[in-house]
Structures are given as structure tokens and as C-alpha cells.
């Protein structure tokens, strides 16, 4: 401390804003180098490869035998990286800046010309960034089921994408949570119930209101049957006899879901499923003869497919005409009517851009009001 | 907005956090070139002001200045001016000393290059060159504390605010601090220090500002610090011809009683009229054996303030 060293080549400090791109990449290193030299990070990793590995190798066994091998093992290895993507996402994000402001680390940033959106930013793709991680982790299993083929690259590469794009969101909600908390332990609670909110919440609440638009139908259901004058005393057709189609109309309350699907919208497996544009089977290449059972191959969805499945029929409403084929063909893909998925990630863009907007003015300094218990510094 | 004086310039802030008023009125002069220290008890809102003049807080009431601009509407103007170390050591565990200095230069809007040079120079400044590769948990807290410190340079700031930097610091760090600070002064920085330690001021310390109960309650320089009624003790052998020596000067003294070993303490108005006593006693035969100021400048101000300590 004896000799005080002026700056190498004095030159008056610049006050101009700093460049977007540079600042951000600088929180970004500042926040991957202590990910990177921490324990924690590698730890989660390695959880997350066993987890995912053991489930896979869980599914293998089980739907070994069925048809669709591939396509249903990718399904759910894409709905398993997503559901644990949206419990480790929060855990990354959501201590990112309350995290720095207990440590102390916070204050020192905010004195240095860096803009809180800057910052925000920085945090926001470090955390993305380290998620993506556990995305990248998995890759090995998915490719895996990629190879065992019934998956176009168009769907996994849409698969992936939107993957990338929900933990992008479930990060930049517990980043925009954690400026505006006080304290990280009640961020990451906070961000794990929005996360929820969206997962879980989205289907209660959708369950709850199929109530809301109970109307009573008259529905016409078909079905194939025996003639009566062919049934003997016992109740066996003669091995003569022809099936034929009957029809047969009764009233029941039905809820019209295509009103109130939209609730759905923003869960984060919808988003995923209902943007994915599954290759369905030609319209009677399964089930569907009137005689006897069908030896093609059934159409079976894998998990992200079901749902997509399920949002459409919801989407379409209830179905007051079944016709002989459909009852005969179990289940029948839907085609894609309005895609639902851009209506979820718009309210998903929305939350998480508004409390990131809300966060960026808490930090914005000097502050003039502080939450309560807030200490600067 | 701006005006040519540099240094800080505070008129009448105020500040409160919910009902509890922090600062309730402070008036606070910092020239450039000069130490200015800022003294007062725990909770008198010295943490509070250094926070208004980093541009960390708003005040409620009253103008500040600091290098010729306003903090709430031109922050970058000002942070891009200030050093600011904070009471509290905020530490990046992994990160290394280096990397730390260049981090914080880069988001100064320093070039690479010259970030890392400037980080190497202060590492030698500080004295933490054998840590600049270590990752900050290992240095101990004075070590930390100096690392703060050059923090608070990298950007070579005209004007430097340091809450309590000489905490945790070891006697020999402290004298480096010290000359380190006069330096800094010497080449126009304007410094201010929030300390504790009030015999450390007493020498970095060109002026000084009291704080007490959120309001600026003196200000005065370290001249006129020591040219203020003082008291001295006085140790001689024995004191029972101190006392009678004393007395028949007409000087008044009380017995100190927080001392292991007895002394006087006489009230003296100006250095000349203790040079005078010391020099009228031993013409008098009394053996004395010790004379000297009782605390330090700003220390004998802080009590004679009578502010009541929390």
C-alpha cells in the first residue's frame, strides 16, 4: 500500500451507457465461473443423468413389446427432462440476484455502470444457460430413442426447441422473482408455486370450470351390434349373423371444454406438446373395420402426444355424434385445429417479462423506497 | 447541474426508512485533496449518507453533489467517479483476486487490457500479489478488506468513500492504508472515512464531520481539532508533589480513575499553555514521568460533544 500507481494510460473515466452485449456477457462469465467452480451445479447433473437414465431404461422394459417403441420412449424422455427442467430451472434462477444481495456482492455490482436490465439480463442467460446443461445431459438418451426410429427429426428438433424455450421461461420467472423477494430461500419457494401454478394449477383450474359449461346434449352414439332376431335364447348370435349398425340417442350433461380450453394454454407440457407436429396415421389405417378386430398397427401416443391429443379433443368439444367407425376404432387421432401453444407462451412471455420489469425497478438505484427488511448494504 | 468543484458538498438530506428517520438533517463538506473523516456512534446514519453519496440511495430532502453532479439524476455520471468500498465485505468465493478487479473494470467500461493492468498495479498496492491467482475464500478478513479497497480503484476514481476500512485491517496494514489514503489525497482524490477509530483518524484525517442521531452536529478540521481546549495526564514521582505543584499554580486537576495506575488529568487550552505547565513543573523539581495529550484531537471532540451514545 505504499505507492499509490495512477492508472497506465490516464484517460478521462467514459460515463456513456455500457455497450448492451458486453455487459451482459461480463455478468454472464462472472456467474458461470462461480456455477463452474462450485460443487452444487455437478452434483444436480449428476443426480439429473441417473434419474434419466433409470427411467429410460424403466420405460425400455416396459413398452418394450409395443408398437411405436421409439416414439413412445422419446415422448417420455421429452416429458421427463421437462417436468425435472421445471424443478431444477427455479433452483438455478431463483436466488440469482436476492443470493447476491445477502451476499453482499449485489451493491458492488449496482455502483459500477451496469443498468439492471443489463444485469438482469446476465443472470437471466446464465441460469438459462446452466439448465440448458441438464437438457444437453439427456441427449444421450434421446438420441437413443431417436434411433430406435417412428420419430421424425422435425418433431424432436420442435421437441427440443420448445424444451430449451420453457426452461428459457421457468428461468426468467425465478430471476424476475428473486430481484423482488428479500430473502432466496422464499424466492425459490415463490418460483417453484408460479411454476406449479402453471403446471398443476392450469389443469385444476380447467377441471374445475368444465362445471361452468355443463349444457345438456342430445347425443347420437352409433355402435355395431348383433340384430336381435339373430340371438338366440342364451343370448349367442347365430354364427350366420351379420353385425349392423345401431343408433341410439340419449340426453346427458356434457361441458362444452372448447370454451374454457384456453386455460390450459400456458402449461408448460401444452406449450411443449401442442407445438410439436406429431406425424399421425392415416385416417382409417388404424382400427376402425366394422368386423372383428384390427390387425394394424393401433395408434399409440406417447405421453407429450397424449397430451396434445387431449387438448385438441378438448379444443373441439364434446362429440355428439359418434359414428359406428369411431366407436369401433378406439382411439382416433385428431388433426391440429387452432394451435393453442402461442396463446400459452404469450402468457407465459407476459409473467415472466412483468416481473422481470417489476425487478428491473427495484433495482434501479438510487432507490427511494426499500421493502421492508431490505438492507443495502 | 454540475459545478467545477469536485468533491461532495451535502446541504440539509434527509432520509427515513418507514417510520424510522435515518438521517434527519446533514450538512457535509468533502474538498478534493483532503481526508474527510465521518465520525459518530453506531446508528447515527453514517452507513446511510455513504449510501446516498454512492448513488445507492435517494435522499428525501436535501441537495447532494458529488464530483459536481447530482447522484439521483446522474448516476452514471457519479458512479463512474466514485470508489466506494462498503462496510461489508460482499466476496466472490470462487473467484479469483484478479478476476474480481477485472470484472468490476470491465463493468467500468475499462478495456480488457487495461483492467488487467490496473488490477496487477493495485494487487501490488495492497499487498496481495502472492493471492492474485487464489480464490478470494482463502484470504483472511484483512485480506479481504484490502481487496475491497482496491475494488474501490480500479476505475481511478476522483472521489473515494470507505465505511470502516481500516476494520479488521493488522497494525501494519493500517499504516499502509494510511499512506496510501495521504497519497491519494496528495494527487486530488477527495476521501472520505467512516472509522471508529478515532486515533486512526487523528492522523489520515484533514477534517472531520460528527454525526450524531442523523444530524451533522460539527465539523471542524484537524488543526483546529488540535488546537481546542485538551486535557493531559500527568504522572509523577511521587504525585503527592505533582498535587502540591499543581495547586500552588492555581491548576485545576481531577484524579483518573479508569487507569491502572493513578495520574492527573488537567484541562490546558492551547499547546503553548502545556508547554508552559510541563516546563514549570520539572523547573520545580517535580519528577515527572509522563505528559502527554489524553486521547487524540477528534477523539477529545467526539466526548466534548456529549452525544448520546446507543
Redesign the interface.
Known sequence: MSTVTEPSSPQPVRTAALPFRSAVRTIFVLEMKQRLRGKGWYWMLGIWFVVIGFIFVLGTGVIGTMDNQGGILFDLIVGFVLLFGLLVAPGLSANAVNGDRAGGTLAILQVTLITPGQLLAGKWLASWVGSLAFLVLSCPFIFWALALGGVNLQEALVSLVMLAVELGVACAIGVGVSSLATRPLFSIVSTYMLVALLAVGTVIVFGLSTLLVMEERTVRSSYYTYPESSIDSLGVPAPDAEMECVAQTYTTDLPDTQYITWILAANPFVVVADAVPYTLPEPGSTGGQPMGYSTGPFYTPGVMETISQGVRSAQAGPDLEVTCEESMGGVQPLPQGVPIWPLGLGIQLLLAGGLLLIGRRRLTMPARRLTQGTRIA | MTNDYGGIVVEGVARS??TVQAIRDIDFEAPPGEVTALIGPNGSGK?TLM??L?????PDLGTVRVAGFD??SH???V????G?M??????????TSL?VLK??G????MSAA?SA??AE??L????LTEFGRQ?ARVLSRGQQQ?LSLA?ALI???AVLLLDEPASGLDPG?RV??R??LR??AA?GKTIVVSSHVLSELDEIADRAVFVSRGQSVKSQTLDEAGSQTRRYYVQAEPMSALAEALSSYGVRFETRGDSRREEFLVQLGSTAEASWLLRTLVMSDVVVTAFAPAGGALEETYMSLDTDRR
Open positions: 426508512f418507514g452507513t449510501l446516498i454512492a448513488s445507492l440511495l435517494a447522484p439521483v448516476p452514471a455520471e458512479r463512474s467517479r466514485v466506494w462498503p462496510d461489508t465485505l460482499g466476496v466472490w468465493d470462487s473467484l478476476e470484472t468490476l470491465a463493468l467500468y467500461g487495461d493492468r490496473r498495479e493495485l501490488v498496492s495492497v499487498n480464490p484490502r475494488r476505475h481511478d476514481p496494514s499502509e492504508l499512506s496510501l497519497s491519494l494527487d
